[in-house]
């Protein structure tokens, strides 16, 4: 960058923008700080899309953070002449207290850019805060509150409460037996080693029952347009139970399916986050639930449904298909698992119906219907699947009959 003043007063509006969305949630480190500042010199300020794009190649390294940087830019770049402005050596004025181009600015922005630049009222004024971050009133809230209305450092604990999470689901009964004295079966095999042990002569009989193990859990997560501010939470609740247990099996779907097992076993959440990003192309956009369910059942449901598997179906039923095949597909991954779940964000509403064909079409083959929209949300999932009980959830009925009117 040239030494010149322009040169210092750009810069110094590049690293206020870069800390924004860094206190967002996005990973800007002054690397990147440094590539922007060269991207910007590359394509120069003549043009505003250009002035957008250059940055956006720079700061943006997941789909899923689009959205905020969009939502970024126009409320720090906000002038539509701030090109020329900048030009004429002006520096641009953040406020967040007037209404942004979008109709609704995700919090934890707000309170972003409401701390990037400098106090233009004085000094700052030393404060004496407690902090009841842990407290149990504000981890109760917290709990409760929608993800989709967190700030950002609300999401930052909410994530971390999230890796621990378990998900215990009741164990079924297996076709394999371990030795127990008290057992409601004979065991031959163990009563002939006693005899041998001891030379032939009479034994006591050895008894055997049945083993027990969690059957494994199968996760479709959609993450089209409509899930965008669901979706980052929810991979972080599969990768926990991913790394909490064995034989999970994790797929995403927008318009077509995609594996992420494999990206999701390591360790660190945002190694596997993006990893999992780098394999996925379908990132915010269209839903075709019928069609990715379609894949699964033909490609992946003999490999990863055997053993009484638990399938947990994460989305809003909004299907770009209208429905179309959603349900003969529904039937036959309900036929082929132990149990299915669907996990609905859209729940959360007190006045939700099940209009859409998408809904209407996937209810009659479920087990359960709950909502995914908080950490209660959640944690109550855990608590169902711990329990032994009917595979259809009792207030099922009620959404069917409604679906069907």
Same mark, same amino acid.
């Given at each position: ?103 609704? @600015? ?48 609300? @999401? ?47 034994? !006591? ?21 409509? @899930? ?9 609740? @599969? ?76 989305? !809003? ?50 087990? !359960? ?37």
């Amino acid at each position: 960058m040239t030494s010149s003043p322009d040169g210092g007063r750009l810069a110094l509006n590049l690293m206020h923008f870069a800390r924004a969305l860094r206190a967002a949630g996005l990973p800007v480190g002054p690397g990147k700080l440094l590539q922007a500042i060269e991207a910007v010199e590359a394509v120069g300020l003549g043009n505003r899309t250009d002035f957008y794009w250059a940055l956006h190649a720079v700061l943006v390294d997941r789909h899923d953070q689009s959205e905020l940087f969009d939502q970024a830019f126009h409320i720090f770049w906000r002038n539509p002449d701030i090109l020329k402005r900048m030009m004429a050596m002006m520096l641009p004025t953040v406020r967040t207290d007037a209404a942004p181009d979008r109709p609704e @600015m995700a919090q934890r922005l707000a309170e972003a850019l409401h701390g990037s630049g400098p106090d233009p009222e004085g000094p700052e004024k030393t404060e004496i805060e407690l902090d009841a971050t842990f407290t149990v009133s504000a981890t109760e809230r917290l709990q409760e509150k929608d993800f989709e209305k967190m700030t950002g450092a609300e @999401m930052a604990q909410a994530k971390r409460l999230l890796t621990r999470l378990a998900l215990p689901l009741a164990e079924v009964t297996t076709r394999r037996h371990r030795p127990d004295p008290g057992g409601p079966r004979l065991d031959p095999r163990g009563t002939l080693r006693r005899m041998l042990r001891s030379g032939g002569d009479l034994a !006591d009989l050895a008894r055997k029952r049945r083993r027990t193990r969690p059957p494994p859990l199968v996760v479709l997560c959609d993450i089209s347009g409509s @899930m965008t501010r669901y979706s980052r939470m929810l991979l972080h609740f @599969m990768h926990a139970v991913t790394n909490d247990r064995d034989r999970v099996h994790s797929f995403v779907f927008g318009t077509r399916l995609t594996n992420i097992t494999r990206h999701l076993r390591h360790k660190d959440v945002d190694v596997a986050l993006d990893a999992v990003s780098g394999a996925v192309a379908d990132w915010s956009g269209g839903t075709r639930i019928g069609t990715a369910l379609h894949a699964f059942n033909r490609h992946w449901a003999r490999r990863v449904l055997g053993q009484g598997a638990v399938v947990l179906l994460i989305t !809003d039923g909004l299907d770009r298909d209208a429905g179309e095949g959603l349900a003969a597909e529904a039937e036959r991954l309900h036929k082929s698992c132990r149990r299915l779940v669907w996990l609905n964000p859209l729940l959360r509403w007190e006045g939700f119906a099940p209009k859409s064909s998408g809904i209407r079409a996937l209810l009659p083959h479920v087990d !359960d219907f709950r909502a995914a929209h908080s950490l209660n949300s959640l944690a109550g999932l855990a608590d169902a699947l711990s329990r032994e009980g009917p595979r259809r959830a009792p207030g099922l009925r009620r959404w069917v009959k409604e679906a069907a009117g």
